[in-house]
């Protein structure tokens, strides 16, 4: 029996089936990713035929780009490959598989994915906590994969102008919440600011914002109108609630070019102050404390109208305020349906008064008034109004 020929014949089979074997292809993970660059590896056996290699690599896993083809050799055992990319988008995630291919068959590494450094993701917030001289300003930064620092310009323009000290972010990846107190602000003032952040692939500026710290002395809600010769209560507070403090209330009647010092009072327990005022004409007031002023209201006044039966026949008027009104018209109006009808016109006397006919109104109950309108009162008067009275003719 022929055994030697036939060992030898069945040694050149399986050896030929070792050379038909396609290459061996794993895909390492990148390194030395920077802005722009990167290192793509892996490792190669050729499985003893000549085989050559290359990177695809993309923003997909479809790639759609390809390094140079480069040898592996023939051997049997796994070659380290690697090869470095350039102009890469910043801030950009690749996608990339190392291929091989010899005689045999071409075989595919698996997918593999890094993110190139870009400049850092910012998000600015509304402030917190914002008080007369301080305001909590926060966002988030994301690095991108670089070490980040951070800091927010502000000011009160879009100019800004000062500038909190710079703060790391870290070098990771994903949103880092931030945030720092700026202080000594000046109250009652618009302040804008951004934040901004950089790292080694450039600095990124958001956008502006603005809020407003509030006045270290306040004026609260308050009756805007007033009928003349009368008194309306001026409220506020200063802020710290303190006790014993002393609030400059300042006054600009309507003709009048700047606020002057009124009157001075003591804040309460809770901080908590009150003035009564009496305008004589539309008035601008404003409360002040340590430099400090709060925000301005006006109390409109209306002219004093009254409205009295003189007799069975005749009603008796008489418009008042700080200045005359007289020659100018008032109307006798009645109550129809729930809207005021004006039944008859009538001009004022030297003394601001005259008088209507009972005749005017019709037979039955009526409820009437007098009313002087905006454009009589004059600069710096509401339109008045009288008492409303109920008449049976």
Same mark, same amino acid.
């Given at each position: 029996?022929?055994?030697?020929?036939?060992i030898?014949?069945?040694?050149?089979?399986?050896?030929?089936? $070792?050379?038909?074997?396609?290459? !061996?292809?794993? !895909?390492?993970? $990148?390194?030395?990713?920077?802005?722009?660059?990167? *290192?793509?590896q892996?490792?190669?056996?050729?499985?003893?035929?000549?085989?050559?290699?290359?990177?695809?690599? #993309?923003?997909?896993?479809?790639?759609?780009?390809?390094?140079?083809?480069?040898?592996?050799?023939?051997?049997?055992?796994?070659?380290?490959?690697s090869?470095?990319?350039?102009k890469?988008?910043?801030?950009?995630?690749?996608?990339?598989?190392?291929? $091989?291919?010899?005689?045999?068959?071409?075989?595919y590494?698996?997918?593999?994915?890094?993110?190139?450094?870009?400049?850092?993701?910012?998000?600015?917030? /509304?402030?917190?906590?914002? %008080?007369?001289? =301080? +305001?909590?300003?926060?966002?988030?930064?994301?690095?991108? #994969?670089?070490?980040?620092?951070?800091?927010?310009?502000?000011?009160?323009?879009?100019?800004?102008?000062?500038? %909190?000290?710079?703060?790391?972010? #870290?070098?990771?990846f994903?949103?880092?919440?931030?945030?720092?107190?700026?202080?000594?602000?000046?109250?009652?003032?618009?302040?804008?600011?951004?934040?901004?952040?950089?790292?080694?692939?450039?600095?990124?500026?958001d956008?502006?914002?603005?809020?407003? *710290?509030?006045?270290?002395?306040?004026?609260?809600?308050?009756?805007?109108?007033?009928?003349?010769?009368?008194?309306v209560?001026?409220?506020?507070?200063?802020?710290?609630?303190?006790?014993?403090?002393r609030?400059?209330?300042? =006054?600009?009647?309507f003709?009048?070019?700047? &606020? %002057?010092?009124?009157?001075t009072?003591? !804040?309460?327990?809770?901080?908590?102050?009150?003035?009564?005022?009496?305008?004589?004409?539309? !008035? %601008?007031? /404003?409360?002040? &404390?340590? #430099?400090?002023?709060?925000?301005?209201?006006?109390?409109?006044?209306?002219?004093?109208?009254?409205?009295?039966?003189?007799?069975?026949?005749?009603?008796?008027?008489?418009?008042?305020?700080?200045?005359?009104?007289?020659?100018?018209?008032?109307?006798?109006?009645?109550?129809?349906?729930g809207?005021?009808?004006?039944?008859?016109? +009538?001009?004022?006397?030297a003394?601001?008064?005259?008088?209507f006919?009972?005749?005017?109104?019709?037979?039955?109950?009526?409820?009437?008034?007098?009313?002087?309108?905006?454009?009589?009162?004059?600069?710096?008067?509401?339109?008045?109004?009288?008492?409303?009275?109920?008449?049976?003719?």
């Amino acid at each position: 029996m022929k055994v030697l020929p036939l060992i030898a014949g069945l040694a050149l089979a399986l050896a030929g089936s $070792a050379a038909a074997a396609a290459p !061996t292809v794993a !895909t390492a993970p $990148a390194t030395s990713v920077g802005v722009g660059d990167a *290192t793509l590896q892996g490792t190669v056996n050729p499985n003893g035929q000549t085989t050559s290699w290359w990177f695809e690599y #993309g923003t997909s896993t479809s790639y759609g780009l390809k390094t140079a083809t480069r040898t592996a050799g023939a051997g049997t055992r796994p070659v380290d490959v690697s090869v470095s990319l350039t102009k890469l988008a910043a801030g950009t995630t690749y996608h990339y598989r190392l291929v $091989a291919s010899n005689a045999t068959a071409t075989s595919y590494g698996g997918d593999q994915s890094f993110v190139t450094f870009g400049n850092p993701g910012l998000q600015t917030n /509304q402030p917190q906590s914002v %008080t007369p001289t =301080s +305001a909590l300003l926060t966002g988030s930064v994301d690095p991108r #994969g670089s070490a980040t620092t951070w800091h927010f310009d502000y000011g009160t323009t879009t100019s800004y102008g000062l500038t %909190t000290m710079p703060r790391s972010a #870290g070098a990771g990846f994903g949103a880092q919440p931030i945030g720092v107190t700026v202080s000594n602000l000046s109250p009652g003032t618009t302040y804008h600011f951004r934040l901004v952040a950089s790292n080694r692939a450039g600095t990124t500026y958001d956008g502006d914002m603005a809020f407003s *710290t509030p006045a270290a002395v306040a004026i609260g809600k308050t009756a805007l109108r007033v009928v003349a010769g009368q008194y309306v209560a001026i409220n506020g507070n200063v802020f710290g609630g303190q006790a014993g403090l002393r609030v400059t209330i300042l =006054s600009q009647p309507f003709g009048e070019s700047a &606020l %002057t010092p009124l009157a001075t009072v003591l !804040t309460g327990a809770g901080g908590g102050w009150t003035y009564l005022a009496k305008p004589r004409i539309a !008035t %601008t007031y /404003q409360a002040s &404390l340590n #430099g400090g002023n709060s925000t301005p209201i006006t109390i409109g006044v209306q002219p004093r109208v009254s409205l009295r039966l003189i007799s069975g026949s005749r009603f008796a008027t008489r418009v008042t305020a700080e200045r005359s009104f007289a020659g100018k018209i008032v109307q006798l109006q009645r109550l129809v349906d729930g809207h005021w009808v004006t039944l008859r016109r +009538a001009r004022l006397d030297a003394s601001g008064a005259t008088s209507f006919r009972s005749s005017l109104l019709p037979p039955g109950r009526s409820t009437i008034r007098v009313a002087i309108s905006v454009n009589q009162a004059g600069p710096g008067y509401l339109a008045g109004f009288s008492r409303r009275l109920g008449y049976r003719r």
